[in-house]
């Protein structure tokens, strides 16, 4: 009864979970689905449903296909897709007659079949050796629908008949259609090294670099494409194999094929009598089991650990492989028993190896399912972007009861991502209130591009609201239908919400289904792309804009996507979105701000386009906060644009671009790159407080890693000593914060400041001995708890201290001057200096001397998550101090470093965030005269990203200068994260 009172009993709904199952399903968590299904008092068909296919996941065959058949007989309504399932898991036993018989049973019901239909019938008949019916059902497959699927089966049967010419063309037509596909380009890759594989002989120059190319491309998102290439050209290169090998040991130390790889390596550095490549530096575990590679104790080692990481392995052919490499070592190498032939000994691990290949075929599912499709790839990033935006939703960001509906329990996320999110939406919102609440209400349909997990349609209320809007959402049908499910359980049906299933790159069939659904084309209307038009190839999102200027002659175009792929912050983002599978394609060919500008230009009338960054709403103080640089690097990566073909339309949207200041920050000055030279790697700091000077240079506290094999970032309380080409790290008595501010007088180390959580500052100022860095002093007060502040040294015993973050996260306009006297003890003073006009509250500015009165005061984070252009002057006179001039500059920056030039009244701005759209990580020349920008010298590489970093310039000349940079990176948004190399220097 108690069980029964907490499901309500009679009233419980066995769908109210489905969203939970769902969750489970994406995750692949058998444990947690069956907790929470044994827990329920009844199940529902999509339980049920799930359950078979979990089960089937981790290889519990059997099982799944008890599930299949008891829900087929429960529940017609779900025959077709049930029959589909119970087939799949029969196909997986090995019983590929009954497989075929079973879906053959929706054809004889004359039900429709899609190609996922005929896709698993071939892969029936090939299994069974029924090559022909195979390659019918594989080309009926591509008559319902192009799928990469096919395309590879084609070649796969192709190849096992030894018609390699066919395989090949079957592959070349796939990749006309996919090119993004690395699955084809693997296939590619991998009948290219067919011969390597079956002769064992090295391939021909031309050939080796042909397969490479496409093995190549898959390497991007594929670590097995690396395994390939190294298997590929370790006869020819054991140099290069270890290459391919090392990325894979980075990602994936315990590939059970890696190690299976290095076994055979083993076998042919022990056949061969050349050396190992005295260049070739291991990974440490590879270095540590592999000392003396080339003897076949060593391959023993590598194949005995494959063999002990083969349950891992999904695919039944990779464990076969691995199985057979295993057997034929032992065969030629080991094993043999005292008075044993050597034909009863290879008799008896053929014997072996058949019934090892028995038990592993009847255990192991070949493939969990065929490969994750485009669409679900897609559907999988909506479902992060869903958990996101609830996670900001339960914090109080804003109010979206419909989206709590679908994902209750969302945990919660970081607070870059919850800050990220919120700016995403809060941009989206305003514009369609903007579109929804103008006088005249001309919009009478909204169209949503790949709406996903979005409620808006309930979160306005718009069906009571206003009943004259019709509101249109295209995505895959699954996600549609468990939305309206739900929402419309939730608030009842809604005569104006129109759910229309449609792929966008079959723009003729979508309109089909959009008129057949009630879309007027020529009735006025609001289309919106949120990161939608980002996973089509260039050809087909444009495409699809095309179509919007064209055929809705009234139409408003909004899209919201990413740009910027070159930068190091752009290199980390779309890395990110190609190893979660679904790579964002049209940025490869629309890489910049202006690109993406032509294409509106060129379809639309009138358009603009801006980054987000000048109509990003202040960031709320929900939460405690302070990634502010991370926050703004990702709002230079994505931009807001639209496109009208109607005249009313451009009306209303340039009141809004008037609204919002709609225009980025941009320059004419020229352009080009600094040489980037890498000099120590480890270890890696960034928001470190940094002393770097002609005597000393130190990074003290901050986040980081101490050498290669760690790859976890914590915060840290050591200093590292840097001296020529070195790095020594000391235990000292600092404190793990971030952040912290550090200054050198004389023969002392001053540290004070910083921060663990953005509203409580450590207040603690310690004074520290060069040399051995001992503790000599030690104080805590209000005035040291700060972080983010300008720190400008005056003398060899005192320095000011200006803005930064204070209690509670307070952002500041004091200045204090803090001076370190000693005369046999160490005493520490502070006076706070005086402002009549007062000071611009600011945070990460910078400070500089003119003379021993004059200070300049430059950019800054303000407290509403803007970023300043400002510069100040001020003089100071004992304790009072007053503003002689300011000015504004044609752009703002912020966690900068300032370098004033020798030569030609000059400034070097290094690195920091600025306002100037698709500028990043660069030093800009400011002239100090007109104080416009003199040139921009951007980093060539893609491993220094500039912010949280120290710099000093090292050398400077009409001809040259050269720049050291000290630690750097950051936690990239959600895309990863990313520590510079410990000192690096750039030269222009």
């Not at 290069?240 to 980075?250: D, F, G, H, Q, S």
């Not at 959580?757 to 004074?767: A, E, G, T, Y």
């Amino acid at each position: 009864m108690k069980e029964q009172s907490r499901w309500r009993g009679d009233m419980y709904d066995p769908n109210e979970h489905n969203w939970l199952y769902h969750q489970q399903l994406i995750r692949g968590d058998l444990r947690g689905f069956t907790e929470l299904s044994d827990k329920v008092p009844a199940k529902s068909t999509y339980c049920h449903f799930t359950a078979g296919v979990l089960k089937r996941h981790h290889g519990k065959i059997s099982d799944s296909l008890q599930e299949f058949r008891s829900l087929m007989k429960e529940n017609d309504s779900a025959k077709m897709e049930t029959v589909q399932a119970a087939s799949r898991s029969l196909y997986l036993l090995g019983r590929y007659k009954a497989a075929a018989d079973s879906l053959n049973q929706i054809d004889k019901a004359k039900e429709s079949s899609d190609w996922k239909h005929h896709l698993y019938l071939g892969q029936c008949y090939k299994a069974a050796g029924h090559t022909d019916k195979a390659s019918k059902h594989f080309s009926k497959s591509l008559e319902k629908s192009p799928n990469v699927d096919a395309y590879v089966e084609m070649a796969d049967l192709a190849s096992t008949t030894s018609d390699k010419s066919n395989a090949l063309e079957s592959i070349k037509k796939g990749l006309e259609l996919f090119p993004e596909s690395h699955k084809l380009s693997l296939k590619h890759g991998e009948i290219s090294t067919d011969s390597l594989l079956i002769t064992r002989r090295a391939l021909p120059e031309t050939d080796l670099n042909y397969a490479m190319q496409f093995l190549r491309l898959a390497t991007e998102s594929d670590s097995d494409a690396s395994l390939m290439l190294g298997a590929l050209i370790q006869r020819s290169s054991a140099e290069k194999a270890i290459v391919c090998y090392r990325e894979v040991y980075n990602e994936n130390p315990a590939s059970p094929q890696l190690w299976n790889n290095l076994g055979v390596l083993c076998i042919q550095k022990a056949r061969n009598s050349q050396q190992w490549p005295a260049s070739v530096e291991l990974p440490t575990l590879i270095r540590l089991n592999l000392q003396l590679l080339g003897q076949m104790e060593n391959a023993a080692k590598a194949f005995k650990k494959s063999k002990r990481m083969e349950n891992e392995l999904v695919d039944v052919n990779e464990r076969l492989n691995c199985l057979h490499n295993r057997f034929v070592f032992y065969a030629n190498y080991d094993g043999m028993k005292d008075g044993e032939s050597r034909d009863d000994f290879k008799e008896r691990l053929s014997k072996k190896l058949r019934e090892e290949k028995q038990v592993l075929i009847s255990e192991s599912p070949e493939h969990l399912e065929p490969e994750m499709t485009d669409a679900s790839r897609v559907i999988a990033t909506d479902d992060q972007a869903a958990l996101s935006k609830a996670s900001c939703v339960k914090l109080g960001y804003w109010e979206d009861e419909g989206l709590l509906k679908l994902i209750p329990k969302a945990k919660r996320r970081s607070p870059i991502i919850n800050a990220g999110y919120f700016v995403r939406f809060k941009v989206i919102s305003d514009i369609v209130n903007k579109v929804l609440n103008t006088k005249e209400a001309r919009i009478r349909q909204f169209l949503i591009l790949g709406a996903g997990s979005d409620t808006m349609y309930w979160r306005l209320n718009l069906g009571k609201e206003r009943e004259d809007i019709k509101w249109f959402e295209i995505d895959f049908e699954k996600n549609l239908n468990y939305k309206s499910s739900v929402l419309e359980k939730a608030y009842g049906k809604s005569n104006g919400y129109f759910p229309v299933p449609a792929d966008l790159r079959n723009i003729p069939e979508m309109e089909k289904k959009l008129v057949a659904a009630g879309f007027e084309p020529d009735e006025p209307t609001f289309v919106l792309s949120e990161v939608v038009l980002a996973y089509l190839n260039s050809k087909h999102s444009t495409n699809v804009i095309k179509w919007i200027g064209e055929r809705l002659h009234r139409a408003t175009f909004c899209e919201f996507e990413q740009i910027n792929p070159d930068s190091t912050f752009g290199n980390r983002m779309i890395t990110h979105f190609q190893k979660m599978g679904s790579p964002i394609l049209t940025i490869q060919d629309l890489r910049t701000l202006s690109s993406r500008e032509e294409r509106l230009t060129e379809h639309f009338k009138i358009s603009s386009i801006c980054p987000i960054y000048p109509l990003a709403p202040d960031i709320s103080d929900i939460e405690p906060f302070d990634e502010f640089e991370v926050l703004h690097l990702y709002m230079k990566h994505y931009y807001i644009g639209f496109g009208t073909n109607c005249s009313e339309s451009a009306d209303e949207l340039s009141e809004y671009f008037s609204d919002n200041s709609f225009k980025p920050g941009s320059t004419e000055s020229s352009k080009n790159s600094a040489a980037c030279e890498e000099r120590i790697r480890f270890p890696g700091r960034t928001f470190s407080g940094y002393q770097i000077d002609s005597k000393r240079k130190l990074c003290v506290s901050g986040l980081g890693v101490d050498n290669e094999s760690s790859a976890k970032q914590d915060n840290v309380s050591t200093l590292v000593e840097i001296k020529e080409e070195s790095a020594k790290t000391l235990n000292i008595d600092a404190d793990e914060v971030l952040l912290p501010q550090v200054v050198s007088l004389a023969d002392k180390l001053v540290v004070f400041g910083g921060r663990r959580n953005p509203r409580k500052p450590n207040q603690n100022l310690k004074v520290f001995r060069s040399g051995d860095y001992g503790n000599i002093f030690e104080e805590k007060s209000e005035v040291f708890g700060v972080y983010r502040s300008a720190i400008c040294k005056i003398s060899e015993s005192s320095f000011l201290c200006f803005g930064g973050r204070r209690a509670d996260g307070a952002f500041s306009n004091k200045m204090v001057e803090i001076s370190v006297e000693e005369s046999g003890t160490v005493a520490v003073s502070t006076r706070y200096i005086v402002f009549e006009e007062e000071l611009p509250r600011l945070a990460s500015a910078t400070c500089s001397k003119l003379s021993d009165t004059e200070f300049e005061i430059i950019g800054g984070l303000l407290p509403n998550g803007k970023i300043s252009d400002e510069i100040l002057r001020i003089r100071i006179d004992g304790s009072k101090g007053e503003i002689t001039w300011r000015r504004k500059l044609d752009f703002g920056f912020y966690g900068h470093s300032i370098h004033i030039c020798e030569t030609g009244n000059r400034m070097l701005i290094i690195g920091g965030i600025s306002t100037l759209h698709e500028i990043n990580d660069a030093v800009i020349e400011i002239d100090r005269e007109s104080w416009k920008i003199m040139s921009i010298k951007e980093m060539s590489s893609k491993e220094l990203l500039l912010v949280g970093n120290g710099a000093r310039v090292t050398k400077e000349s009409e001809n040259q200068t050269e720049i050291e940079i000290i630690g750097g990176g950051a936690h990239c948004f959600a895309f990863g994260n990313h520590l510079n190399p410990l000192v690096s220097t750039i030269s222009f």
